[in-house]
């Protein structure tokens, strides 16, 4: 049953540009309502996914960094008690960099915080602007000192492949940022996402993004610059010390169950995929009314599980076992993946493959998509 908790607190400091809830501002907050409507939601949730402990705890957002403390402390102990925890549980909480969020920092990790995940994006304030970012850089800064000084763990995310940049600005800002001495580091190419601002943009000319040969490049020089610091890619788009892999993300990507409470919350247990009401108001009533905050529980079939088992574990560096796989969802090896297209891939180095363990080779993880659409068995795809 479930290992991980993903506890989403949906109100803003302000009205902000990355919010869904952004009518919802922090001083409407009824904090002690939502404490008792999330622990509601919590008891719930351990009813039917309860029985290991914790290995993890994820907040997000919003902006959960703005919860006031006692809030934080408050749940945790709740979750404690239902489930218990691993004595190395990871509590992680997503912060944006600015100012106010950092003077919270002292006093979230007194109430337990031990991880936060800072969503920098640049370290340059014309491309915080480009990206619609309120902080600048010189704050986001000052933000990662703060955090530093007051969490064990510190992660923080960049973008890059963005216009303008080549193999020699990438270059000095990650090393730039890899000298900064986090544990963690998620570098994510931007991706020009249908239905957004940056599509609109590319459709009317005003964006040109870089071609996919120009993005390789920008890739390679990520893993090798952060490989070479110490901190390899454990994910497509994640490097780490060893030991400071996010254990949270682990839980989604090597498909193992996680709860999920508060407003929009996604979870999985036992074959079923349950989504909290995303609206805050429909969330309470839904608390009120049935003890839990869900709007849908869908059972997955077994194809759907076993196809969303391959496409996230292989995206870890340490790859998937076929045999485990093949025993859980009771499918043969054949009915999981493409056995001609695998001993082509690893004919060609892109892929991997030591006994029953199958992964994605470094040469590969640029062209990540095509592989998989290629590796995966085509029952699963059609399914």
Not at 247 to 269: E, F, M, T
Request: charged share 20%.
């Amino acid at each position: 049953m479930a290992r991980a908790l993903y506890i989403h607190w949906p109100f803003c400091a302000k009205k902000c540009p990355y919010c869904d809830f952004n009518s919802h501002v922090r001083d409407s907050v009824d904090v002690a309502g939502w404490q008792a409507a999330l622990i509601a939601d919590m008891r719930a949730e351990a009813e039917v996914a309860g029985g290991e402990a914790l290995t993890s705890i994820f907040f997000g957002g919003g902006t959960p960094s703005l919860m006031p403390p006692a809030l934080v402390a408050a749940l945790l102990a709740e979750a404690e008690r239902l489930w218990g925890f691993d004595p190395n549980i990871e509590i992680t909480l997503e912060a944006n960099p600015s100012s106010v969020e950092a003077a919270n920092f002292a006093a979230l990790a007194a109430a337990g915080i031990n991880r936060v995940s800072l969503g920098v994006q640049s370290l340059d304030d014309a491309e915080l602007r480009f990206l619609g970012r309120l902080h600048g850089a010189d704050e986001a800064l000052a933000a990662l000192d703060t955090a530093q000084a007051h969490f064990r763990r510190v992660s923080f995310d960049l973008i890059y492949a963005l216009p303008g940049h080549t193999p020699e600005l990438w270059h000095d800002r990650l090393t730039r940022a890899l000298g900064f001495g986090t544990g963690h580091l998620s570098l994510y190419q931007l991706t020009i996402e249908p239905g957004t601002r940056f599509a609109s943009d590319v459709r009317r000319g005003r964006l040109v993004p870089l071609d996919d040969d120009e993005a390789a490049q920008l890739f390679d020089i990520t893993q090798e610059l952060s490989l070479a610091a110490g901190l390899p890619a454990y994910e497509t788009s994640n490097h780490a010390r060893a030991g400071e892999e996010s254990r949270h993300n682990l839980v989604y990507w090597r498909y193992q169950d996680y709860a999920g409470i508060g407003p929009g919350a996604h979870g999985r247990r036992g074959g079923i995929a349950t989504v909290r009401h995303k609206k805050p108001e429909n969330f309470l009533s839904a608390v009120d009314r049935q003890g839990n905050g869900i709007a849908e529980a869908r059972t997955l079939t077994v194809s759907d599980q076993a196809a969303e088992a391959l496409l996230m574990g292989l995206r870890l560096t340490e790859g998937l076992d076929l045999a485990a796989l093949s025993a859980r969802f009771a499918l043969p090896r054949a009915g999981l993946i493409e056995e001609a297209a695998l001993a082509r891939l690893v004919s060609l180095g892109l892929m991997w493959q030591d006994g029953t363990r199958i992964g994605v080779a470094p040469a590969g993880r640029g062209v990540l998509d095509a592989l998989l659409g290629e590796v995966v068995a085509d029952t699963l795809v059609a399914a």
